[in-house]
């Protein structure tokens, strides 16, 4: 027995005429380009980074704080990182947009959505993506940032690609900006010499295409782990309070290295593990693995457990140090820019870090 079902039909029409009447500038547009594709994916197009000119050696930490070039190097694998000076983060987050847009070869009129990833804003509010859209003269857009720490660039990517996907976004803008100096302790060397400025951006484009683009994303987060790695926000005195002693502390980054170690071991595993397996991907197809340049250590468990040669996953903290958020795009970006990116390659991101926040995702080239 059969059923003919015309009110489903109509509803289906209904909604796609007042998505069309709703968001005029996909008229001709989305619909045409699209087709009527079941798959939606969200391709890399272009990126760009903005790497502050300032090096900070291990050798000057050696005169700030009690430590050695070779101490640092051995448990972090860090040489040199960059430093902001004078700069806010929203310049590098510009710099990082003009320079992703043009790789793309397309105009910032051309974006739907902007997304900053930041952990260090210049400002609460107004929000750091409103300061950008204005600043790169794109159109009033959804301008959002997101503070995820240093899995912050996987989590703003997983939030473009469900805009893509759901057809409200065509062109988006991801850009990951850092000035971790001003919330760094000089005076604690288990934070200090890790830390540097820096950001990135990458642009990502709907395509029908199902063999290109962000294959599978995942996100979490675990909660009971925030004191591991935390910074109070800015004091405010309270006129109501009889007294209230402020730290002048209390604005650094604090971190308890060993248990933020221990999460990393059983996180950054199930991070990757599940976003390949949601991509339908085996550890074997694995081009290369960008993962958050926070610890040397963590990156070479990473290369054993999935029996891939360290060649295969990128290291650049010995030059930047840990950029929270930033460093994941700024491998990408250091990577296309080299070449090392070529069209049929499969890539692994993954960030991890306060929150406790973890995750990744699949990029097929």
Known sequence: MTFSCPFIIIVKDYFVNQTIVAFPRFLGERFELLGSVEIINSQLIGTGSCIPDFVLTNAMLETMVDTSDEWIVKRTGVRERRIAKNTHTWELALGAAQNALA?????????????????????????????????????????????????????????????????????VLVVSAETLHRITDYTDRSTCILFGDGAAAAVYRATGNEN?????????????????????????????????????????????????????AHAVPLAIDTALQRAGVSA?????????????????????????????????????????????????????????LQAGQTIVCTGFGGGLTYGAFVLKL
Not at 154 to 167: H, L, P, Q
């Open 212 to 264: 290109v683009g962000i294959q599978s994303t995942f996100i979490a987060a675990d909660g009971s782990g925030a004191e591991y790695l935390y910074m109070e926000a800015l004091p405010v005195e309270d006129p109501f309070a009889a007294e209230r002693p402020v730290d002048p502390k209390a604005r650094f980054l604090k971190m308890q290295g060993a248990a933020v170690v221990r999460f990393t």
């Open 284 to 340: 074997d197809e694995i081009d290369w693995v960008v993962p958050h340049q926070a610890n040397l250590r963590i990156l070479d468990v990473i290369a054993k457990r999935y029996h891939l040669p360290k060649e295969k996953v990128y290291v650049n903290m010995d030059r930047y140090g840990n950029t929270s958020s930033a460093s994941v795009p700024i491998c990408l970006d250091e990577m296309r820019k080299n070449g090392l």
């Open 103 to 171: 790789d793309a070869g397309i105009s910032a009129e051309e974006l739907d959505l902007i997304l900053v990833s930041t952990c260090t804003p210049d400002t609460n509010t107004p929000n750091t993506a409103s300061v950008l859209q204005d600043k790169l003269g794109a159109r009033q857009v959804g301008a959002v940032d997101i503070n995820n720490a240093c899995a912050g660039f996987v989590s703003a990517t997983d939030i473009a690609d469900s805009f893509i996907k759901a057809g409200k976004a065509k062109t």
